[in-house]
């Protein structure tokens, strides 16, 4: 009797480029069974592409950008999102092992199948939705950057393609609630646990699932275990909410460089820079469109938006400024001597309790605060605010979050407006224009630019009802 050989394990790259192949085709039924051993993590070694990028890298159509309903929706939504901000990527994948990948016919985007009806095409682009969506519950990451430096929600914008980017953005928005949840989540150990500690510092245990998460600063995305530990395979990119040079203490403690068009740290990291200005004149006319009323600002800078208030002409004025070096600014300045005008010297963290105590309440309150990440922002709405602000009153906040590519930006425009909705605000948002920045020089002699995007969201935050 003749006996088969036993199954062997697959070629891992053989079985990356099958998946890579059945995600540029939309083939559901292949990619789920796939999926049972494989995972939705793989890339391509010469494109640098996930299933996630080659899925809609594989809808490129000929239609141009600029036409089309779907780009007009685009571009009527918050933001202009017309802009090309990370160039062309040419779509396509290396003929790796043996497999040769060769997508279907390209499907057009999805404004211009509603529009020819056809059919055939409707068929495939719902395809391509499913296969994202399939992708997704099965682990893939949402950010995962190719060689072009592209998240595949990057390629979808690129491409038009505003409901393969929407599905993008909703994923990018569970991952940020799941990771924010988990954050305040505490762990207990059981005597089981504590009992095999000395034994498991020796042992190398694997890695959880990864979690598809942004982390930001205003700069960067970068992607974490459900355990915190950061993935390791995009070197280039900080390791942490806010990158460790530039840590709140550190900051606090760092001499600062004051020049007429820039606020910079002892590193080059711009605290705050004049291109700012028409954002901070128009914060101050929302947040205080009459005058006489009671105004707070936490996070006085360069003084921006506190000249701004000023004019105003405000019943009271309180700032809270953290840095001593800024401190010492406004005394030289004569700030501390204006009339009405109230400085609180430390950290928010330790003023804003006592001003709650002392009833002390404001009709706008603006946030800008420099070193610190969304989960100090959120604190302060979650907590703070209601001890603050007049019922009728209005706050806001710079808006930086996720600043260096349109759907980081997306992602936590809707991030925000969910907490901030659990926390008791609604929260209207106004398009201001931001000048190409490159080519100004603003970034010249910036160690690092935290701002790449064509329009800011100004929020404008009230209570319910």
């Known amino acids: 009797m003749e006996h088969l050989p036993p199954e062997s394990d697959p070629d891992p790259d053989l079985e990356a480029q099958l998946i890579l192949l059945a995600a540029t085709n939309h083939d559901l039924e292949t990619l789920r069974n796939l999926l049972r051993k494989g995972s939705a993590t793989v890339s391509d070694p010469d494109t640098g592409h996930t299933p996630l990028h080659s899925a809609i890298a594989a809808c490129e159509h000929t239609v141009p950008l600029t036409v089309g309903v779907g780009t007009e929706g685009l571009r009527n939504r918050t933001t202009a999102m017309d802009h090309d901000i990370h160039g062309q990527t040419e779509p396509g994948h290396s003929n790796h092992a043996t497999t040769e990948l060769v997508p279907k016919q390209p499907v057009q985007s999805d404004e211009v199948v509603g529009i020819n009806g056809n059919d055939e095409r409707q068929v495939e682009f719902e395809a391509a939705c499913n296969t994202l969506r399939l992708l997704l519950q099965n682990g893939a990451i949402w950010n995962d950057l190719d060689k ?86 995009i070197e280039e990119h900080p390791r942490q909410l806010v990158p460790a040079e530039i840590r709140s203490e550190t900051y606090l403690a760092s001499d600062l460089m004051f020049g007429s068009d820039r606020l910079l740290d002892e590193d080059k990291n711009g605290v705050m820079m004049a291109w700012e200005t028409e954002i901070m004149q128009r914060t101050a006319d929302v947040l205080a469109p009459v005058t006489g009323l009671r105004i707070l600002n936490i996070g006085h800078g360069m003084g921006i938006i506190d000249d701004f208030f000023q004019g105003k002409a405000p019943s009271a004025h309180h700032i809270i400024e953290a840095h001593p070096a800024v401190i010492s600014h406004m ?128 929020p404008v935050c009230t209570f319910i009802g």
Not at 187 to 199: F, I, P, Q, T
């Open 331 to 458: 005394k030289e300045s004569g700030w501390l001597n204006r009339v009405g005008v109230t400085v609180h010297e430390g950290r928010w963290q330790d003023v804003v309790g006592k001003l709650i105590e002392e009833g002390t309440l404001f009709d706008a309150i603006y946030f800008d605060t420099f070193a610190e990440d969304y989960k100090e922002l959120h604190t302060f709405f979650e907590e703070s605010v209601v001890g603050l602000l007049d019922d009728a009153g209005r706050w806001g906040f710079f808006n930086g979050l996720g600043a260096d590519r349109q759907i980081c930006y997306d992602v936590y425009t809707k991030v925000v407006e969910i907490d901030l909705l659990e926390a008791g605000f609604d929260v209207d948002w106004e398009t201001v224009h931001v000048a190409d920045l490159d080519t100004s020089g603003q970034w010249n002699g910036i160690k690092r630019p935290y701002w790449k995007l064509q329009n800011y969201r100004l």
């Open 148 to 233: 072009n430096n592209e998240t595949p929600g990057c390629i979808a914008r690129r491409l038009g393609l505003e409901r393969l980017y929407d599905i993008m953005v909703d994923a990018g928005v569970r991952a940020e609630i799941l990771l924010n949840r988990l954050d305040g989540y505490e762990m207990l150990e059981d005597e089981s646990d504590e009992h095999n500690n000395e034994h498991q510092e020796h042992e190398s245990e694997p890695l959880p699932p990864p979690v598809e998460a942004l982390w930001t600063d205003g700069v960067t995305a970068i992607n974490v275990f459900s355990n915190g530990q950061q993935d390791g395979f």
